[in-house]
Antibody
Framework: EVQLLESGGGLVQPGGSLRLSCAVS????????MSWVRQAPGKGLEYVAG????????YYADSVKGRFSISKDNTKNTLDLQMNSLRAEDTAVYYC?????????WGQGTLVTVSS | DIQVTQSPSAMSASVGDRVTITCRAS??????LAWFQQRPGKVPKRLIY???ALESGVPSRFSGSGSGTEFTLTISSLQPEDFATYYC?????????FGQGTKVEIK
């Protein structure tokens, strides 16, 4: 059974940092690109960042470029999202997803709240 | 970036109604489109992949069609559990882009 389990969400002040992690099991993690998608309260889905299967290439939405960094550890089967200089508008549920998020495999999500 | 325009943004329908939701891509994406259903507080659930392939376990009242730039999701006979928000996602090229969502509400 494929499982994706996010962790690391929480309350952080504006300007602060947070690191999200997604533990993946049940598939050959090193064979797949992975993605982070977020959903602000009451809003739609937004693609945030993606990384190639090897971890060698990454993509970032303009809204997070220069502040967020995605990484993939194919030895530990984990996907991370380092989030710096957080803003109120980064408040959202963050989901990790297999591939370019077109997959059926998504995590349960972790809530990030940026507030003073 | 490829823009995806989804319509309508919201609709009211009754149980038993036929419902159609449309996504239009700003350039051709072949069949690289998926449809998701999201109930309040839940994780998006994939219904359709490759524009028209039905996800295993998804009721056959859901169907997808289209190729290139225009795509539709059809629910042939709306059921109470289908009241939710639906999103399309193009994944032909980076960045993948979601439609704005369609909220299907009870009339």
């Amino acid at each position: 059974e494929v499982q994706l389990l996010e962790s690391g969400g929480g309350l952080v002040q504006p300007g602060g940092s947070l690191r999200l992690s997604c533990a993946v099991s049940g598939l050959t993690f090193s064979s797949y690109a992975m993605s982070w998608v977020r959903q602000a309260p009451g809003k739609g889905l937004e693609y945030v960042a993606g990384i190639s299967s090897s971890g060698g290439s990454a993509y970032y939405a303009d809204s997070v470029k220069g502040r967020f960094s995605i990484s993939k550890d194919n030895t530990k089967n984990t996907l991370d999202l380092q989030m710096n200089s957080l803003r109120a508008e980064d408040t959202a549920v963050y989901y990790c997803a297999k591939g370019q998020a077109e997959s059926t495999y998504w995590g349960q999500g972790t809530l990030v709240t940026v507030s003073s | 970036d490829i823009q995806v325009t989804q319509s309508p943004s919201a609709m009211s329908a009754s149980v038993g109604d036929r419902v159609t939701i449309t996504c239009r891509a700003s350039q051709g994406i072949s069949n690289s489109l998926a449809w998701f259903q999201q109930r309040p507080g839940k994780v998006p659930k994939r219904l359709i992949y490759e524009a028209s392939a039905l996800e295993s376990g998804v009721p056959s009242r859901f169907s997808g069609s289209g190729s290139g730039t225009e795509f539709t999701l059809t629910i042939s006979s709306l059921q109470p559990e289908d009241f939710a928000t639906y999103y399309c996602l193009q994944h032909k090229s980076y960045p993948p882009t979601f439609g704005q969502g369609t909220k299907v509400e009870i009339k």
